[in-house]
Nanobody, 124 residues
Framework: QLQLVESGGGLVQSGGSLRLSCAASGSTLDYYAIGWFRQAPGKEREGVSCITRSDSSPYYADSVKGRFTISRDNAKSSVYLQMNSLKPEDTAVYYC?????????????????WGQGTQVTVSL
């Protein structure tokens, strides 16, 4: 049973930056795609970013391209999301997610493990 623990969320002003971290325990996640979803109040959970074991062609939602950068450290069983130029519309609970396989299939149905979520609030 894999457990995911997120950290790094908080309150930041528009234009600021945050770095989210997700650490896995219980099993290695080297093989699996891993990424981030987010869910704002009253909205469905949406895929934000995903990265494969090879670090090739990471996925980014159109809304975050050019602002967010995903990375992973397989030795530490961790994934990170550097969020720059944050906007109020980025406000959401961010969930670390491990896929059922090696591909980035950014749908909730393709997630095997979820983190508890970390709140990101971007103020004006």
């Amino acid at each position: 049973q894999l457990q995911l623990v997120e950290s790094g969320g908080g309150l930041v002003q528009s234009g600021g930056s945050l770095r989210l971290s997700c650490a896995a325990s219980g099993s290695t996640l080297d093989y699996y795609a891993i990424g981030w979803f987010r869910q704002a109040p009253g909205k469905e959970r949406e895929g934000v970013s995903c990265i494969t074991r090879s670090d090739s062609s990471p996925y980014y939602a159109d809304s975050v391209k050019g602002r967010f950068t995903i990375s992973r450290d397989n030795a530490k069983s961790s994934v990170y999301l550097q969020m720059n130029s944050l906007k109020p519309e980025d406000t959401a609970v961010y969930y670390c997610a491990v896929g059922k396989g090696a591909l980035c299939l950014m749908r909730p149905s393709q997630v095997r493990y979820w983190g508890q979520g970390t709140q990101v609030t971007v103020s004006l």
